[in-house]
């Protein structure tokens, strides 16, 4: 069974930085998959901020956050994890996050793509 369990969140000032986790486990086809990282405010839909591939040879960032976020990924026994160091926070970047696994295809930035997805962890920038 594919569990995704992010943690990390919490409440920042404007221009804080906070390092979102996520551990995953139970997939062991994630090492030729991809990881990700979405972000939903209220009232809007989820979408993705950042992904990676497992291997490490590609990384992406949507342009709201490129060059603030970083996202990562270590790997023990079986157990990955994937990480999201997030500075120079913004309010807009308040919202859950959300780790996803297993890329199906098409579109990387949109929820229905990915098939593995954590429970989310809340983040709140205020100024």
């Known amino acids: 069974q594919v569990q995704l369990a992010e943690s990390g969140g919490g409440s920042v000032q404007v221009g804080g930085s906070l390092k979102l986790s996520c551990v995953i486990s139970?997939?062991?086809?994630?090492?030729?998959?991809?990881m990700g990282w979405f972000r939903q405010a209220p009232g809007k839909e989820r979408q993705g901020v950042a992904v990676?591939?497992?291997?490490?040879?590609?990384?992406?960032?949507s342009d709201s956050v490129k060059g603030r976020f970083t996202i990562s990924h270590s790997q023990d026994n079986d157990k990955h994890m994937a990480f999201l160091q997030m500075n120079n926070l913004k309010s807009e970047d308040t919202g859950m996050y959300y780790c996803?696994?297993?890329?199906?295809?098409?579109?990387?930035?949109?929820?229905?793509?990915?098939?593995?997805w954590g429970q989310g962890t809340q983040v709140t920038v205020s100024s």
């Open positions: 996803a696994t297993a890329f199906r295809g098409g579109n990387i930035w949109i929820r229905r793509t990915w098939a593995y």
């Open positions: 139970g997939y062991p086809d994630i090492l030729y998959d991809f």
């Open positions: 990676m591939s497992t291997d490490g040879a590609s990384t992406d960032y």
